[in-house]
């Protein structure tokens, strides 16, 4: 049974950092991609805020380029979501995802807020 558990998630101020991780297990088949979506109160979708595939090729959404920085460590199945310069508007639940053989798993979520 595939898992994917995160951490890293909290309270911080405007202009502060956070990194979050996410370690899969339990999988059988080779990881083709992981990566991270959001999704804000207010949302009605979640939003893709950037990926990492098996290459190594990294992609990010508008709004987080320059900010965040999506990395790997493929020896334990873990991929880390540095975040930067944070604003209120990246106050969100962060939802971690592998795409593992042909099908998607996703993590429990972890709360994110940035608040002075």
């Known amino acids: 049974q595939v898992r994917l558990e995160e951490s890293g998630g909290g309270l911080v101020q405007p202009g502060g950092s956070l990194r979050l991780s996410c370690a899969a297990s339990?999988?059988?088949?080779?990881?083709?991609?992981m990566g991270w979506f959001r999704q804000t109160p207010t949302g009605k979708q979640r939003e893709l805020v950037a990926t990492i595939t098996k290459s190594g090729s990294t992609s990010y959404a508008d709004s987080v380029k320059g900010r965040f920085t999506i990395s790997r460590d493929s020896a334990k199945s873990t991929v880390y979501l540095q975040m930067n310069s944070l604003q209120s508007e990246d106050t969100a639940v962060y939802y971690c995802?592998?795409?593992?053989?042909?099908?998607?798993?996703w993590g429990q979520g972890t709360q994110v807020t940035v608040s002075s």
């Open positions: 339990g999988h059988d088949l080779s990881i083709n991609a």
């Open positions: 995802y592998s795409y593992i053989g042909i099908k998607n798993f």
